[in-house]
C-alpha cells in the first residue's frame, strides 16, 4: 500500500500544489469493502461504457448475484497489488465525422 500513499513525492510531480491531505490520501488508499463496490457498480448508467467485450454495467447489475464474488475479488486483487493486467486500459476510439467528406481533423 506504501506505493498508493507515497506517490506524491515523485520527482515528476515536484512543484504541484498538493490538494489531497495526507489523511485523505490515506483514506482513499484504504481497500473497498464489497458493499462499497456494489453500490459503485448500481450507481453506473445501465447504458454506459462497455468494455472491449461489449458488456455494459446493466449486464452486471442484472446478473450481480451470479458475478459479484469473481469481479469484486479481480478488482480487490488489482487494488491491494497496485497494478491491473496487461491490456486493461486498452480502450477502442471511433472518430465519428460530422460532414459528408471531412478533409481535416
Known amino acids: ?53 461489449g458488456i455494459n454495467p446493466a449486464f452486471f447489475q442484472q446478473c450481480w448475484f451470479i458475478v459479484s464474488t469473481h469481479v469484486f475479488s479481480q478488482f480487490s486483487s488489482w487494488f491491494t497489488q497496485g497494478q491491473f493486467p496487461p491490456g486493461f486500459n486498452y480502450t477502442l476510439l471511433l472518430l465519428i465525422p460530422k460532414k459528408d467528406r471531412p478533409n481535416r481533423m
Not at 24 to 36: C, D, I, K, Q, R
Open 1 to 53: 500500500m506504501e506505493s498508493f500513499i507515497g506517490w506524491a513525492n515523485f520527482h515528476s510531480f515536484l512543484g504541484f500544489p498538493l490538494s489531497v491531505s495526507n489523511s485523505h490520501n490515506a483514506s482513499l488508499a484504504t481497500p473497498f469493502t464489497e458493499g462499497e463496490f456494489k453500490a459503485a457498480v448500481t450507481k453506473m448508467h445501465l447504458d454506459k461504457a462497455p468494455g472491449l467485450d
